[in-house]
């Protein structure tokens, strides 16, 4: 029985020293784990802290996506100073300060690390007719010798379209890109009353042989164009838009066949029976006009 109990006394120490052992190593890995950590993270803040991860001037930002705007456009509403730490520019920020820009529609900025730089992607806003809305404003009180013609005043603000009806402020786009050619179609209203429409409608004309010059939507129940046709009166908007359209573009060839001198309008308000407004006296025309 002695040399049993000795036996287990001596496997018992020798299990204590090998956990021991095993408890010192997983120390010691712990230690160095941890230290290669620090070293890790403290050679990547070295790095990130150098000269090298700093903005100098403009041209290390790539810009892509832009046609109407310059380089240099979109380069001066991105940051106003240089150097810039790259770390610390947010580019979530500098993306939401350029979709606020009424010439860019989207924006997407990234930090480029090698070479240190910035990536900006943009959807411009290409602008498709010119907004002309007419409204009136009362004026201040003057004295009854000084009034000339009744106390309102026209104010005309002038903008720009898009395809999908966004409205641009003129100056601020012009601003932006000083040589832009403007669009020659003019529409003429208020933009908040015909923005239901203006998708449909734009659509619509672009795709039709007949060229429009001004949209007059000063009355959103008579809505009016002036074309190579003369005048073209729609109505009311309504889901007819594209079929009227399409109706117009039968009769593009309607000025061989009759003065165009002689046609005051021609009416569209009902597709299927359009008509012609001549010397005080309707005509109806018929629809599938070659």
Known sequence: MAGIISISRTGLEGRRKRLRQRRQMRVIQSIWRTLAISGLA????????????????????MISGNQLLS????????????????????????????????AIAQATVTRRLFPPGLI?????????????????????????????????????????????????????YTLLNPTVQLPSLKVIGFPEQYRPYWAQLYQALSQSSVKVMEIDWQDPTNLILKTELGKVLIGTPSSQLSEQIRVMAQLRHLPTKLNPSQIEYIDLKNPEYPLVQMNQKKQQINSQTP
């Not at 991105?78 to 947010?90: F, T």
């Open 42 to 61: 403290s050679s990547l803040l070295w790095t990130a802290i150098q000269p090298i991860w700093v903005l100098r001037d403009p041209h290390e930002i």
């Open 71 to 102: 380089d240099e456009a979109i380069q001066s509403l991105l940051m106003r100073s240089y150097p810039q730490s790259l770390w610390r520019i947010e580019p979530s920020e500098i993306a939401q300060s350029l979709k606020q820009q009424p």
């Open 120 to 172: 900006v992607q943009i959807k411009e806003r290409v602008p498709v007719a010119i907004s002309i809305n007419k409204s009136f404003r009362a004026l201040a009180p003057m004295p009854q010798d000084q009034r000339k013609s009744g106390t309102n005043s026209k104010k005309v603000t002038v903008g720009l379209l898009d395809a999908s009806g966004v409205w641009m402020p003129l100056e601020k």
